[in-house]
């Protein structure tokens, strides 16, 4: 809801834990019922059968941390967008000749914004979302660097139950701020 209400519209579920695929179902219901006009994705997706059970689900979208033949397929049957993690220019090609059409940068913190511009010097038409150390101090780079998208992640989430509300939404508006 915070996300929500600070203006995200694009929202990545983690697949993490015995429990995420029913976790995601929950969001979802919640979701198409107080938020139509929001995405709803999962990431961190190893498997065929994750795929398939996410799309399923209703997953508009799938991301995972490296390029999976059996999760770009199922996503391909059910035409939804597929973001394969990459971290070397080879890794972009291959899954874009695959049929990719934006990869995601991962981990950004460790392959820097200096990859990004390289990458698009050699690869001009590819699409971008960076993901991992993106933040208010560094997303004006990434998004000047050629990426098309950026995943706010733990840097906006804070442990902490006070005040986490408030804190969440003053960091997305601040990067909207930024983007805009």
Known sequence: ETCY???????????????????????????RQYYPDMVLGAGTVLTHQAASDFVDAGASFIVSPCFIQD???ICEKKSIPYLPGCMTIKEIFDATAAGCKMVKIFPGDVVNIGFVKAAKAVLPDIKIMVTGG????NLSNWLSAGTQAVGLGSNYFENQVSDALATIKNKIDAALKTAV
Do not use: S
């Open 71 to 73: 999760v770009m397929g």
């Open 134 to 137: 993106v933040n208010n101090e």
């Open 5 to 31: 209400k600070a203006g995200i519209r694009v929202f990545e579920f983690t697949n993490r834990g015995p429990k995420a695929l029913q976790n995601f179902i929950a969001l979802d219901i919640i979701r």
